[in-house]
């Protein structure tokens, strides 16, 4: 049977029928450890932390997903992203995007640089900053496309080939665009990083992260970290992202129908100062959206000029819910001043564009008319 195609490799890569019974969904292996028949002799499994089927099934999807050769999953998404740092060593300096994840900054700048990395921020967009950064000690070019939250992408093809002249690992985190509409590692990444919390695990039940590699060294590397440093899963939130996975195809799907409806209605509203969507044909990186996504994901950041706007805006909202996170089939509205980015400098954040004003949709798989009735209504509360 042929599985090339995403759904058909969602659905079946690392969910076959268990051998033993034929249940067709991957069994639960909620263990710790493993019985042996006799010292030194045993079926392949000592202990959770190194080895659990349901995690492995799990990782091999996603690998499937990236079309890497090896995933590896992690506890949450910052887990997985401080795993994929322990790749360094003391006196390594990274070059990393200026706009992501507040969480992913806070880790770099107030951990890591404990333990002597270092750390340049530039506008992954330019490529002349990117050179200009790098340095003798660089073994790293670390990003994120589309960024959290200005939607900014990074031209990845680009990247590759800068990483490639200087000899550093590419990472990518992957986590607003899914497999589904990016995949990094074809584009030259090295490593590709996920918060499964987000669109693999989809209804917003679970806290995961997931790394796929397409390299052999470093996937022995990132076997033996996980392993020897701890920050893994437990088997049932593994269990919960195979049974989400299933359905991701099909929900990546409406999710970008949703927000390819919403995203022309809030450019053209008086109430909004700026929408940053990649999909809009206003958006300066509209046709690098184009070559190098399969469709543009369900978020939109939105300008409403100011912290009483965001407040009345986001009080007035019924089906859309104010809380973290994203990628969950229902609708959320985040305000990343208070919420994701609190700890990005409030210089940093300015300059970037992420005011006081500005709030970050995680379009949801609703009904789209009711999801425009709810926006419509919050946009007449600022009027």
Known sequence: MSKDGFATKAIHIGQEPDELTGAVTVPLYQTSTYAQEEIGKHKGYEYARTQN????QWEKNLAALEEGIAGFAFGSGLAAIDSVMKLLRAGDHVVMAEDMYGGTFRLFDKILTNFGLSFTSVDMRDEQAIRN?????????????????MMNLTDLRMVARVA???????????????PYFQKPLTLGADIVIHSATKYLGGH?????????????EI????????????????PFDC????????????????????????????????????????GLPTHPQH???????????????????????????????????????????????????????GSVPVEQRQKLGITDGLVRL??????????????????????
């Open 53 to 56: 089927l349901t995690r492995f």
């Open 133 to 149: 950064a790098i340095t003798p000690a660089t073994k790293m070019l670390y990003t994120e496309t589309p960024t959290n939250p």
């Open 164 to 178: 490639k002249e200087h000899g550093t690992m590419m990472v990518v985190d992957n986590t607003f665009a899914s």
């Open 204 to 216: 917003s039940d679970l806290v995961h992260g997931i790394v796929a590699t397409n390299n052999e």
């Open 219 to 234: 996937a022995t590397r990132l076997k033996f970290i996980q392993n020897a440093a701890g920050a893994i899963p437990g």
């Open 239 to 278: 269990w919960l992202c195979l049974r989400s996975v299933k359905t991701l195809a099909v929900r990546m799907k409406q999710h970008e129908a949703n927000a390819m409806t919403i995203a022309p209605v809030l450019a053209h509203h008086p109430a909004i100062k700026a929408v940053y969507y990649p």
């Open 287 to 341: 046709n690098l959206a184009k070559e190098q996504m399969s469709g543009f994901g369900g978020m939109i950041s939105i300008e409403l000029g100011s912290l009483e706007a965001a407040k009345k805006f986001t009080n007035a909202l019924s089906v859309f819910t104010l809380g973290e996170s994203l990628g969950g089939v229902e609708s959320l509205v985040c305000h990343p001043v208070s919420m994701t980015h």
């Open 362 to 383: 995680s379009v949801g798989i609703e009904d789209v008319e009711d999801l425009l009735d709810d926006i419509y209504a919050a946009l007449a509360a600022i009027a």
